[in-house]
């Protein structure tokens, strides 16, 4: 056999050249077909061959307004599902006219306020005809409280919805840092949704859990496996210990993965992704259900592989990682816009973004066989030990409490951090070429080439005019009513949801039913690492 060569970015070694001699404990030619336990070749017999995956778009910036031309604009040119993205103070859960919102409004998402932001963010837009995935996490349940009391003002069954709440706190506390709350309230809420959607929102995914966010903190492909279903197991658990049906709850979780940038080692990563989430829910939590086995994820391109240099080449980054979700099995995907290096992506940036997912899907081949590489030597070998890498490495969270745990303690951060690192120092000691950056670099290329999206500065002004015209319109009394009653049925542990879709329906604006539960449940202090 020939010697070893260099490792993927998860450390797994790489031979030269693999044989059927690597291969022979896999047992290939017994292997499930796609469709069936475990899945590693895809969730569905046919895959793509019937339909194309979905083509969501992650978009939203400044006003519901704009962002709704731009949703309007995406559905037109052929994109399949919507994807909101929201801007910092509304993920925070503070109200655009809030002091610590000040120069964030509408930067990095669209701000969302009131009942009437939501209104305004999917006008013209049949919400019984289209898919919406949210990301949002701390104020996830806000968030759908606001979508689902506009469905209602138009009179749509919320059976007829489908969509997505990330909902998914563990990974902020882990990786991204957008929380609010404690993570024992925080889980609570979590599990609250769930309920909830169980009962009256059945087609709507409860939670995407994050890989990532994890994976642009700095993880490796193994970290985010491992670190990512890990938290699932804790949502299982949680959802579990409050009674909730767990094939019901498995059943409507889906998973948010990275495509990054190891095209090969990404491939399995999705297959291996698979098959450890049913071997999971079947063995570890005793599921009968089939449909709660499979892993239906999105994946969306990397945006920490993205270059401020030369970002015509992020084209070509986006394609293949692109390419490597597809060939990995995605159900649904997202394309980074080539400028999202320097700014919010233009509408131009986020054609070309769409017309590559458009392009593999019907001008490559690629779709017209499920799991194309499945049988390959390397394929194989690469999937089993990414499975290996990745089981071994849970086994670690577990022994540090579980994933609640090795996040309260600090651990699961700071390996994520030393993965980070690491993978730093090898950019700038360029024994990791990032072309353009570190190498090939041209002396006359300006890092500031293309035309891009500047935020209106007169926008936030006038989203704080609007917030402060609803809030003199309405019943005070009636809002207060309401928030009383919030922070009541929060202390007593109560159901929440319900009294959501009431609250922001009748003016509570996201702010102040987030400071009410803030009363209640205080905030959440990380502890401080050196």
């Known amino acids: 056999m020939s010697a070893q060569k260099r490792p993927t970015e998860s450390g797994i070694a790489l031979q030269t050249v693999y044989t059927a001699a690597d291969v022979r404990d896999l047992e290939l030619d017994a292997q499930p077909a796609p469709g069936d336990y475990p899945y590693t070749r895809g969730i569905k017999r046919e895959m793509y061959r019937n339909r194309p995956w979905t083509m969501r778009q992650y978009a939203g910036f400044g006003s519901a ?6 949703y309007r604009y995406l559905l037109s040119q052929g994109q399949t599902g919507l994807s909101v993205a929201f801007d910092l103070p509304t993920q925070m859960g ?23 932001d939501m209104e ?33 003002r ?50 709507w995914n409860t939670i995407s859990v994050s890989g990532y966010h994890i994976r642009e903190a700095g993880a490796t492909a193994v970290q985010e496996l491992a670190f990512t279903l890990c938290n699932a197991r804790a949502y299982l658990r949680s959802a579990a210990g409050a009674g909730l049906d767990i094939d019901s709850v ?64 992020n084209i070509v980054r986006v394609s293949l990682q692109a390419l490597a979700a597809v060939l990995g099995g995605t159900q649904s995907l997202h394309t980074n816009g080539k400028d999202e290096a320097l700014a919010l992506p233009t509408q131009d940036a986020a054609k070309t973004a769409l017309r ?87 002396p006359g290329e300006s890092t500031n080439p293309v035309r891009l999206h500047r935020a209106d500065p007169v926008f936030e002004r006038g989203q704080c005019e609007r917030l402060r015209a609803l809030r003199a319109a309405r019943d005070d009394a009636v809002v207060a009513e309401h928030l009383q009653d919030l922070k009541e049925s929060a202390a007593s542990g109560a159901p929440l949801m319900a009294r959501l879709i009431d609250a922001v329906d009748k003016g509570c604006t996201l702010g102040e039913v987030c400071d009410a539960l803030r009363t209640v449940f205080s905030v959440h202090r990380p502890r401080a690492a050196v």
């Open 65 to 70: 307004h704009e962002s709704n031309a731009r």
């Open 94 to 116: 503070y109200d655009s006219d809030a002091p610590l919102a000040a120069g964030e409004v509408g930067r990095t998402g669209v701000a969302i306020d009131t009942i009437e």
């Open 120 to 152: 305004a963010l999917f006008q013209d837009i049949p919400l019984q005809d289209v898919s919406v995935s949210m990301t949002i996490n701390a104020p996830a349940s806000i968030l759908l409280a606001f979508y689902l009391a506009i469905a209602r």
């Open 154 to 203: 138009r009179g749509i069954p919320f059976d007829k919805l489908a969509g997505t709440s990330q909902n998914d706190i563990l990974k902020e506390y882990a990786a991204r840092g957008t929380y609010i709350f404690p993570p024992a309230p925080s889980l609570a809420l979590v599990v609250d949704l769930m309920r909830y959607c169980q009962e009256r929102v059945p087609a």
């Open 250 to 313: 498995a059943a409507r979780m889906s998973f948010f993965w990275n495509a990054h940038n190891n095209f090969f080692e990404e491939i399995c990563k999705f297959r291996a992704a698979r098959a450890m989430w049913a071997h999971i829910v079947r063995h570890e939590f005793g599921s009968r259900f089939e449909r709660a086995w499979l892993m239906r994820f999105h994946a969306q391109t990397a945006g920490s592989t993205l270059t401020a240099q030369e970002p015509e080449n």
């Open 356 to 442: 590559t997912q458009q392009i593999i899907a019907y001008e490559s081949g690629v779709p017209d066989v499920a799991d194309p590489l499945g049988g390959s030597y390397y394929i194989e070998r690469l999937t089993a030990d990414l499975v290996k890498a990745a089981t071994a490495l849970m086994a670690e969270v577990d022994a540090h409490g579980g994933a609640v745990a090795a996040i309260e303690s600090g651990w699961m951060q700071a390996q994520i951090a030393d993965s980070a690192y690491g993978a730093q120092q090898r950019s700038e000691a360029g024994t990791a070429v990032v072309v353009g950056v570190n190498r090939f670099r041209d």
